[in-house]
């Protein structure tokens, strides 16, 4: 079974910092990985995903993530942090053929001017 | 144009009520989902309807029933509500039901049951 692992249920940054968020995934063949964005009293949207083309995907808003299955890992990364930026980020996997996309627990990114 | 809209936005009802969610989404895609997000903000799919077909029915109580009268429209029925069906219920959908698939997220529906 397929599953996501968000390291820090919480992440704190200030203004202009690098931003970091973890996550790993378990799946016995090369999954596809997203990662969404809530902002506060909305529904998510999609920052980026991986679909087996470049390791290294680009999103929107200035956000990255790096796939490497030698540490079965997907962080996403901003290098300079926005005010803008403080919500909620789910990461999720898909690909068992079941039409089914499971969520991590999300992380709560909070941004310090 | 909203792309997938839910309403109502916000619901406050009383235990034991019958309630419905409805879902509609432009995109002309083919997929259509329910998820259930707790007070934690776990997020779990409820149901997925692929071109009107049932293809998702996780293990959610019986009272929980989705109806997709046509490809664009996802409305969820729920019977003799509890104080445990209190969470955001979101709607989403997707081109197909491919894996590699973009899935659309509604606004949400705050469900408060007392």
């Known amino acids: 079974a397929q599953s996501v692992t968000q390291l820090g249920s919480h992440v704190s940054v200030s203004e202009g910092a690098l931003v970091l968020l973890r996550c790993n995934y378990s799946?016995?063949?090369?999954?596809?990985l997203f990662w969404y964005v809530q902002y506060p009293n909305q529904g998510l949207q999609l920052l980026l995903k991986?679909?087996?083309?470049?390791?290294l995907v680009k999103g929107i808003n200035g956000f990255e993530a790096e796939f490497k299955k030698s540490e079965t890992s997907f962080h996403l990364t901003k290098p300079s942090a926005h005010m803008s930026d403080a919500a909620e980020y789910f990461c999720a996997v898909r690909r068992d053929g079941g039409f089914k996309t499971i969520f991590g627990a999300g992380t709560r990114l909070f941004v310090k001017a | 144009d909203t792309a997938v809209s839910q309403t109502p936005k916000y619901l406050v009802t009383q235990m034991g009520n019958d309630k419905s969610i409805k879902c509609e989404q432009n995109?002309?895609?083919?997929?259509m989902y329910w998820y259930k997000q707790d007070s934690k903000k776990f997020l779990k799919i409820m149901f997925s309807y692929n071109n009107k077909e049932l293809i998702i029915n996780e293990t959610v109580p019986n009272r929980f029933s989705p109806k997709s009268p046509d490809k664009a429209h996802l409305n969820l029925h729920i019977n003799s509500l509890e104080l445990g069906d209190s969470a955001v219920y979101f709607c989403?959908?997707?081109?197909?039901?491919?894996?590699?698939?973009?899935?659309?997220f509604g606004p949400g529906t705050r469900l408060l049951v007392l």
């Open positions: 991986y679909t087996s083309a470049a390791t």
């Open positions: 995109l002309g895609h083919d997929t």
């Open positions: 799946s016995s063949v090369p999954p596809y």
């Open positions: 989403a959908s997707s081109r197909g039901r491919g894996d590699q698939e973009t899935q659309y």
